[in-house]
């Protein structure tokens, strides 16, 4: 009786925690792995600032600092623990200011982090119970609010939109020397920091490893680009992509928690940036796709699930192989 209940105990436990995956993804706390991804994202970071002047650092600095005064406020308001100590809030700032230009006005930063904290992630209990991610829905918020104040031109996207291809060469793509948001323009810098995390263990490279190959292999049965290397270089290097697939399609609070789960997800967030890219009035799609992505991450979960073994009574299974009566 007593190993009875502690079997029940364990298991649901393990049921709860279920319902937080960063809680059981590993042994390292949630801040340790916020940090890790603070670090990851330096090297892009520095980038941005030396790419766009300190402009960018003022825009990632407000919105960084917004995020985590906004969550504070929050928690005191409802009386709760106070929880930027877990980091959380400094990455979501970072993270949306990474998906906007370096010439926006200074309010829109701060109408982000705001939506993205407060709305996306404090409303729904918190970070481990939020559905969408923050700084993607914060990105989205003020694109639809602002969109003059946030969008791009001459980028190599917006380019491809009208029609036309770019003049920049894979170097200037790959390394980040293309107009583009503060954070999204070095793929090089950003895959570093994605390899970083993957080696800590941190995120899992099924998510961004099918998402990309998606996009790649969406690139490649368009109709007059089937042998156009430079159309799939410019749609996978510039843009969202890279940066998306690795730091928010592997958001484990946002996407499936199982193996196959991660890889299904990455392929429909894939799928669908493209189809977006291609047919929407927009040049970028990616933040639209993850987030649908995400709002589709538990029944990906329960299709992936590995199904429990059943137990069959003797009735059902005669020992003799008959028929059960």
Do not use: H
């Not at 961004?208 to 190959?213: E, L, Q, R, T």
């Not at 967030?269 to 992505?293: F, W």
């Not at 991450?297 to 199904?307: E, F, L, N, Q, W």
């Amino acid at each position: 009786m007593t190993v009875t209940n502690n079997m029940t105990a364990s298991g649901a436990a393990l049921s709860a925690a279920r319902k937080f995956p960063p809680y059981i993804k590993q042994q390292d706390t949630v801040r340790s792995m916020m940090a890790d991804v603070l670090i990851a994202l330096v090297p892009a970071a520095v980038w941005g600032v030396y790419k766009f002047g300190l402009r960018a650092l003022l825009v990632i600095a407000l919105s960084a600092a917004t995020a985590v005064a906004s969550e504070t406020l929050f928690d005191l308001a409802v009386k709760r623990p106070i929880s930027v100590g877990d980091l959380s809030a400094v990455v979501t700032g970072i993270l949306l200011a990474f998906c906007l230009p370096s010439t926006v006005p200074l309010y829109v930063p701060v109408v982000g982090a705001v939506f993205a904290v407060v709305v996306v992630k404090c409303f729904f209990g918190g970070i481990g119970c939020n559905i969408l991610n923050p700084a993607l829905s914060g990105a989205v918020f003020v694109r639809l609010c602002f969109p003059e104040a946030t969008a791009l031109t001459g980028d190599p996207l917006s380019v491809l939109k009208s029609g036309g291809m770019p003049e920049a060469s894979y170097y200037d793509v790959i390394v980040g020397n293309i107009p583009g948001n503060i954070g999204e323009v070095s793929a090089l810098l950003l895959i570093a920091g994605g390899v970083y995390l993957i080696i800590r263990g941190v995120i899992d490279w099924r998510a961004p490893v099918f998402m990309i190959g998606s996009v790649v292999l969406v690139c490649f049965l368009i109709p007059d680009n089937v042998s156009s290397f430079n159309f799939v270089m410019y749609e996978v290097f510039s843009g969202s992509l890279i940066m998306a697939a690795l730091f928010m399609a592997t958001d484990p609070v946002t996407t499936p928690a199982t193996v196959s789960g991660r890889a299904a997800f990455g392929v429909l967030a894939g799928v669908l940036t493209m189809l977006l890219r291609i047919c929407g009035t927009q040049p970028e799609g990616v933040a639209y796709a993850v987030l649908t992505a995400n709002l589709l991450s538990g029944v990906i979960d329960r299709i992936t699930a590995p199904k429990p073994a059943r137990r069959e009574s003797a009735a059902a299974a005669p020992e003799n192989g008959g028929d059960a009566e």
